[in-house]
């Protein structure tokens, strides 16, 4: 048995997710003509209560483009230092919207209001001028955390003081949703685009969708076509998506559990220091300094078990759907023999 923890991209798409594929109907989506392509933006945009979706091949490119729709080049914008759009994506908001950011430094990943206006340069010629305020919801390398959403709505207030875009990295959203009992509306009332993931905790092999309002999204299509991300056929993909929102959602509760059960079982080993607060699927962990890092990967290599290493003597587990209770019960085990 291999327990793949490293990500909870590792999943593959189950039989029902595959007969829902294959069964689907479709058409050249570069003429908008892929019904099942349609189905899916369609149901995202109302699903937030906004106007437009638009289907991505990857997470990253509809947060470029979401950049790109909201800032001029040398303008900046405001995140967190955790940020996937600063630290993971290849550094395209500076070469494909020419922006720097300025970089908050938040709590896991999270930041507050008072923050964001000390973030935002005075009016002056020669200060980059702030446009866009980014936040992610859960956060990744914030180890899965989830805002606050008062915080998020008094972040909206500044947002409209200042004249800011407001984006939502929301690769796991879907997380944060059911870990607050929150809804998508309430988050597509305050943002002006947000970027969902149908590949991490919903086990699709491929899709993100960016959701706004049609203003804003106008050139959203435009920006896709530039970043190479035309499709034809895929609805085939959006089915998977499809199907996903209709079978994928409320389990991730279960990930959640999963996740809190192995960080009762790290936090009771006298070779861990810190485990991070685990509000969904992420748990990350920190060994005592003694401890080899190199050493203890191996140890669960040996058993099959796979994580990944975070640097600086800490570590990562992710829970997800290819993570059975079977799987679950021999990780612990074997934690529990540390
Ligand atoms: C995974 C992820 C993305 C997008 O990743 P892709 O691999 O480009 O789909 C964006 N933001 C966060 C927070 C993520 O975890």
Known sequence: MTIDLRSDTVTKPTKGMLNAMMSAEVGDDVFKEDPTVNALEER????????KALFFPSGSMANQTAIKL??????QVICDKYAHIYNYEAGGAAFNSGVSCHLIDGERGMFNAQQVIQAINPDAFYY???????VENTTNKGGGACWDFEELKKIRTVCDTHDLGYHLDGARLWNALIAKNETPKQYGQIFDTISVCLSKGLGCPIGSVLIGDESIMKKSIHLRKVFGGNMRQVGYLAAAGLYALDHNMDRLAEDHKKAKDIGQA????????VVEPIETNIVIFELESHVDE?????????KNIHIISMGSNKLRMVTHLDYTDQMHERLLDVLNEF
Not at 44 to 51: C, P, S, W
Not at 128 to 134: G, I, K, M, R, Y
Not at 266 to 273: C, E, G, N, T, Y
């Open 44 to 51: 995202l945009a109302n699903m937030f209560g906004k106007e």
């Open 266 to 273: 790290l936090f009771d080993l006298s070779i861990i220091k």
């Open 294 to 302: 190199a050493e203890f990967l191996q140890q669960l290599t040996d």
């Open 128 to 134: 980059s001028q702030t446009s866009l305020v980014e």
């Open 70 to 75: 909201h800032t001029q080049p040398g303008e």
